[in-house]
T-cell receptor, first 114, second 113 residues
């Protein structure tokens, strides 16, 4: 399959374990954050988002935590499944006027072992 | 409800040729974004367009690259006189008006020989 990045941080977990993927962002003006999942050869798939007025948001099997003090974002995946294997990107919105462009991190490769 | 459509999915060009990448946003979405993903890198913003307007092209190389989103039809990313360094995956994303959440297409993988 396509290699998104040869020097990505990697996380390897056993099926059924919980996974935590971390992301540091640099711009304190960012006010909107998204986690995307990218499988080999495919486009990024929206997972969950959070705004800067929140510090936690939960979805189905996923939780995003935002720590604005240290500019840190994390994605927690409960009961990780083989289908969760992918590269995970955090993205931040650095809003300038009405511009919603996203700045992406380098990504983390999650491998789930059966 | 079809998602963001991109074509072609794979495009091979020789150095000096032109590449045209097309993106049809999701129904009801009037904002289109183009991103480039080079090997070993994350996605990099290139350009943000609304119908018939370029809102932000700060991520576009100054030469050879252009983008449009006409009143009718798909958004087009055009690369003239391609070079090997243009080889990458090009992703289009769309969003409804006045929202942040962007939904991505499957990408076009450009290979320059």
């Amino acid at each position: 399959g396509e290699s998104v990045g040869l020097h990505l941080p990697t996380l390897s977990v056993q099926e059924g374990d919980n996974s935590i993927i971390n992301c540091a962002y640099s711009n304190s003006a960012s006010d909107y954050f998204i986690w995307y999942k990218q499988e080999s050869g495919k486009g990024p798939q929206f997972i969950i988002d959070i705004r800067s007025n929140m510090d936690k948001r939960q979805g189905q099997r996923v939780t995003v935590l935002l720590n604005k003090t240290v500019k840190h974002l994390s994605l927690q995946i409960a009961a990780t499944q083989p289908g969760d294997s992918a590269v995970y990107f955090c993205a931040e919105n650095i809003k300038g006027g009405s511009n919603y462009k996203l700045t992406f991190g380098k990504g983390t490769l999650l491998t789930v072992n059966p | 409800n079809a998602g963001v459509m991109q074509n072609p999915r794979h495009l091979v060009r020789r150095r000096g040729q032109e590449a045209r990448l097309r993106c049809s946003p999701m129904k009801g979405h009037s904002h289109v974004y183009w991103y480039r993903q080079l090997p070993e890198e994350g996605l990099k913003f290139m350009v943000y367009l609304q119908k018939e307007n370029i809102i932000d092209e700060s991520g576009m190389p100054k030469e050879r690259f252009s983008a449009e989103f006409p009143k009718e039809g798909p958004s087009i990313l055009r690369i003239q006189q391609v070079v090997r360094g243009d080889s990458a995956a090009y992703f289009c994303a769309s969003s409804p008006p006045m929202t942040d959440t962007q939904y991505f297409g499957p990408g076009t993988r450009l290979t320059v020989l």
